[in-house]
């Protein structure tokens, strides 16, 4: 006969309601990482609201221990922010994954390893050039500028 799985609580979005529960859930704990198991058990807790909360039913933390969590959740979420963001920087050349110095854009590579696609000279930019300069940037300065066309 096959094992039941045990059923995660299932989502609580009241606080008082949710605390009240986890009481009962605290008594029973037997597990060595309490603020990952709280998270697991009631799904959509970040890690600085189990905290708070465990500490508000009357959870005794070891010293430093609250500390040591909160910091590596704020890492773990830095990491994935940088990661996020390299996705969309260009790289030291100044060109993103899809380009390089001959091709504005890489569609894929031959069998051979040879890359195709659209070439700068096509999209009348030179290489490394922007598809999207704003025509008010002045070397990194936001200037208005009168131009004729604006004068009435």
């Not at 890492?75 to 990661?83: F, L, T, V």
């Not at 890359?115 to 936001?142: A, C, H, I, N, R």
Request: glycine fraction near 8%; charged fraction near 35%; hydrophobic fraction near 30%.
């Amino acid at each position: 006969m096959a094992k039941k799985k045990k059923q995660k609580h299932p989502h609580i979005d009241k606080s008082p309601v949710r605390k009240r529960k986890a009481k009962k859930w605290i008594q029973a704990y037997k597990g060595t990482d309490v603020v990952r198991d709280y998270r697991a058990h009631f799904l959509g807790v970040d890690v600085t609201c189990a905290v708070r909360e465990l500490q508000e039913i009357g959870y005794e933390f070891a010293p430093g221990y609250v500390e040591n969590v909160v910091r590596d959740e704020q890492i773990r979420i830095n990491r994935i922010r940088k990661k996020k963001e390299s996705k969309h920087d260009a790289d030291e050349d100044g060109y993103y994954d899809f380009q390089d110095e001959n091709f504005f854009y890489i569609a894929g590579h031959t069998s051979g390893g040879a890359p195709y696609g659209v070439q700068w000279w096509e999209m009348g930019l030179e290489p490394g050039e922007s598809l999207f300069d704003d025509p008010f940037e002045d070397k990194g300065t936001m200037e208005y500028r009168h131009y004729d066309f604006l004068k009435k």
